[in-house]
């Protein structure tokens, strides 16, 4: 199913080869407090997403299949890219914070390259799952994360929304990681949880 439309003013034309679209939030079902936020990269040398009621206005995000640093062949699973329309040879990633022992969530992050710095998971995780909606149906994105923590610890189970420290909402994955009781980490009552839908871009 294709993802709305939406007019945009570009700054600069981009290369038509991609399909760009906004990226934004979907409330689930009894909670409404950040539906409809874009998400956007914090900047000022923070890597963090954090979420605005206006569309970003050069970020255009795209789904790319991933390689490999020797390879131009595809290696499996897709990235989700991001350009500047200010200044077309700019690229990111969609990044997903390490998950850490003991921590039930880490931040999602929009990042300069596509290295692994034993900081982030890999950024090609991405997957578009198609999903029944109450009136229509629609796209959300999930995310296909390795585990080497064992059962149940380091798995992505959804996106979370806090107000945390930027003055802007900001976006979490939920990693599934155990207490030291080996029990699911309770979420921050504070915070919702959220799913990724695409806004097309037109123009």
Known sequence: MSPSIITSNMASPTPSSHRYYFLKTRSRTGAAKYDSLYIRLHGNGVDDVVLTAAPPVFLRAYDELATSAASTEPRGGT?????????????????????????????????AAAEDDGEREGEAGARWVQKEGPSQEYEALEWDVGSSEGD????????????????????????GMLDSRGK????????ERVELVRE????
């Open 79 to 111: 990235a989700v890219k991001f350009i500047s329309t200010k200044s077309g040879d700019r690229q990111w990633s969609l990044a997903l914070g390490r998950p850490r022992e003991f921590v039930g969530w880490e931040p999602v992050q929009i990042v």
């Open 152 to 175: 149940g610890k380091g798995v992505w189970k959804g996106w979370m929304v806090c107000e945390w420290v930027h003055g802007h909402p900001q976006l979490f994955w939920v990693t």
């Open 184 to 191: 699911e980490l309770d979420l921050p009552g504070f915070c």
């Open 200 to 203: 097309g871009v037109e123009g």
